[in-house]
């Protein structure tokens, strides 16, 4: 299994923590029923810690100008028209994938074109289902222009847990679909802003699966 690289120093830093937590524990109760019970769970932690971490090698199977592939793992949460008002002020159709911390937390562009706006926003960590967390959460805003000029407009959210985004682009940088945007750590969320024509695939409640899943289709 491949591990990302946005993991190895969270690998490593839980490793000593669990091994400094086992040789406390064991100098004070020994070897007992109830150590190697704890041993047990600080291994499982640790194991659930690399897991969290692995790194699918995924590819756009069939990449085109008019598909909105899924840019993350997680649960169809929110399917809804909205008023978008940081960059387009006028209602789109917002998509929602969960990522709860069992999922891989990778994040994929949907999509092919050039970075036209990019905001990082700092703020609280509300719950990613949270009815505001698209608005008062840290987060990053991505807008990406396609080369037939549509725009989407693309959000990482952090949750409750999460504590951390990660990003690899900037604005004018020229992405491809199904190239890597970035990681949220832990608990999280993917907000999609799509065009209000856009043909919608999935239902709420669906099981999404970054790069494979289609979302949506543009007109």
Avoid: C
């Amino acid at each position: 299994m491949k591990i990302h690289k946005e993991g190895y120093l969270s690998i490593l830093v839980s490793f000593i923590f669990v091994s400094i937590l086992d040789f406390v524990v064991y100098n004070a109760f020994k070897i007992n029923a109830y150590t190697i019970t704890f041993f047990i769970i600080s291994l499982i932690f640790w194991g659930f810690i690399i897991r969290f971490f692995r790194h699918p090698i995924r590819t756009v199977e069939q990449p085109n100008e008019k598909h909105i592939y899924a840019p993350a793992d997680g649960k169809i949460v929110v399917i809804e028209k909205t008023f978008e008002k940081e960059y387009f002020n006028s209602d789109r159709i917002q998509v929602s994938i969960f990522m709860s911390p069992l999922d891989i937390h990778i994040n994929w562009f949907p999509i092919k074109g050039i970075i036209s706006f990019f905001k990082y926003h700092k703020g609280r960590h509300l719950v990613a289902w949270h009815p505001k967390s698209s608005e008062s959460n840290e987060r990053t805003t991505v807008v990406i222009k396609t080369p037939s000029g549509v725009e989407i407009l693309m959000r990482q959210i952090a949750g409750a847990v999460a504590r951390r985004i990660v990003y690899y682009s900037k604005e004018n940088d020229e992405i491809e679909q199904g190239q890597e945007l970035g990681f949220i750590k832990f608990g999280s969320r993917v907000d999609l802003f799509l065009p209000l024509d856009s043909d919608i695939l999935v239902n709420l409640n669906d099981k999404a699966i970054g790069t494979k899943t289609l979302i949506a289709t543009l007109k």
